[in-house]
């Protein structure tokens, strides 16, 4: 369009950056022997893929150790050479959960623990003059808090026009377990029947520990605060994970 105007430069915004870091003095990078109560660093993994999906500059910070002289000095390294500043890890009500009280003295905390599952123990505020994402530890609670909140923030910094997300309206083929209380993201695989309608089933177990369970699923089935049990046959509300590609 520029060029059938003729207009040869235009000002435009440099790419937004994101600096990034786990937290854990159980996580070990891949290739090392794990030893008793330790698990692999995947979180970092999952959230640079999908930052490079969103066309950021990406800053990994790698694992910073359960220390509060570490966890503070990484915080001021970030927020000076980031927009934006997302942790894994380290805001729940553990002894070595020593995020949220750091940021508490460097920053601002607007809000901390949603009412929704996987995902409760995440905390949002402001570092310097970077914007904070405390996310949860476990892996899937990491994907489902970044798509419904982490993409729709670094879109509108991007400059994007906010937008809802599409949801499709499908027949659940599986019982899904719930307890009224909380809305839930459950792991789905969307698909069409012979008849033309939209259906879906669970991709198997809910943890927010089991990336296999969105690993090979294609959408998040949303049940909302109210919901109780889904029975086969029941309409729920869908969220394709198409929403958060580019």
């Not at 001021?76 to 997302?86: E, G, K, M, P, R």
């Not at 402001?126 to 879109?155: D, S």
């Not at 599986?174 to 089933?201: C, D, H, Y």
Request: net charge negative; glycine share 10%; hydrophobic share 40%.
């Amino acid at each position: 369009l520029l060029a059938s105007l003729g207009i040869p430069e235009v000002q435009v915004k440099r790419r937004l950056r994101v600096a990034f870091f786990s937290t854990g003095d159980e996580l070990r990078s891949l290739g090392q022997v794990l030893g008793e109560g330790e698990i692999y660093d995947s979180n970092r993994y999952t959230l640079y893929s999908m930052l490079t999906d969103m066309d950021c500059d990406i800053i990994d910070m790698g694992v910073i150790p359960d220390q509060p002289d570490a966890i503070r000095d990484a915080f001021q390294t970030a927020s000076i050479n980031a927009d934006v500043v997302l942790t894994s890890g380290g805001v729940s009500v553990g002894d070595a959960d020593y995020v949220k009280m750091i940021l508490d003295d460097l920053g601002k905390i607007d809000f901390w623990k949603l009412n929704m599952k996987p995902g409760r123990p995440l905390a949002f505020g402001q570092l310097n003059k970077a914007m904070f994402f405390g996310l949860p530890g476990n892996p899937v609670a990491v994907m489902v808090t970044f798509f419904q909140f982490v993409i729709p923030a670094i879109r509108k910094m991007m400059g994007e026009e906010s937008q809802d997300e599409l949801t499709i309206n499908a027949i659940c083929q599986t019982k899904l377990k719930k307890n009224p209380g909380r809305t839930e993201f459950q792991r789905g695989i969307m698909s069409r029947n012979e008849a033309g309608e939209m259906i879906v089933t669970s991709s198997g177990s809910q943890g927010a520990g089991i990336l296999s369970s969105i690993s090979r699923s294609n959408c998040l089935i949303i049940l909302d605060e109210a919901q109780g049990t889904v029975e086969a046959g029941d309409t729920v509300s869908v969220q394709p994970y198409i929403n958060f590609m580019r």
